[in-house]
């Protein structure tokens, strides 16, 4: 039998995924938003994806897609 705790401990789980992809995918989102040139957006989530493991790639993406 499935309790309540085991059903809330299940959808903490998926909230913390789902807010860290959505950490890790936010320079991808703000070089859309800024209408970044292709080749900036490209880089961008190449860097975020690729990088974004680690925090120097991911500030990197984020600076790019930030610049004005």
């Known amino acids: 039998m499935v309790s309540l705790s085991?059903?809330?401990y299940i959808i903490k789980y998926i909230?913390?995924?789902g807010i860290f992809i959505g950490i890790l995918l936010?320079?991808?989102y703000l070089a859309a938003?800024?209408?970044r040139e292709k080749y900036d957006a490209m880089r961008v989530?190449?860097?975020?994806?690729?990088?974004?493991?680690?925090?120097?790639?991911?500030?990197f993406a984020l600076f790019v897609s930030a610049k004005k």
């Not at 989530?45 to 493991?53: Q, T």
Request: no cysteine.
């Open 6 to 8: 085991d059903i809330l």
């Open 15 to 17: 909230l913390v995924v």
């Open 33 to 35: 938003a800024n209408s």
């Open 26 to 28: 936010t320079p991808a």
């Open 45 to 59: 989530r190449s860097a975020s994806w690729l990088f974004g493991w680690s925090i120097i790639g991911w500030i």
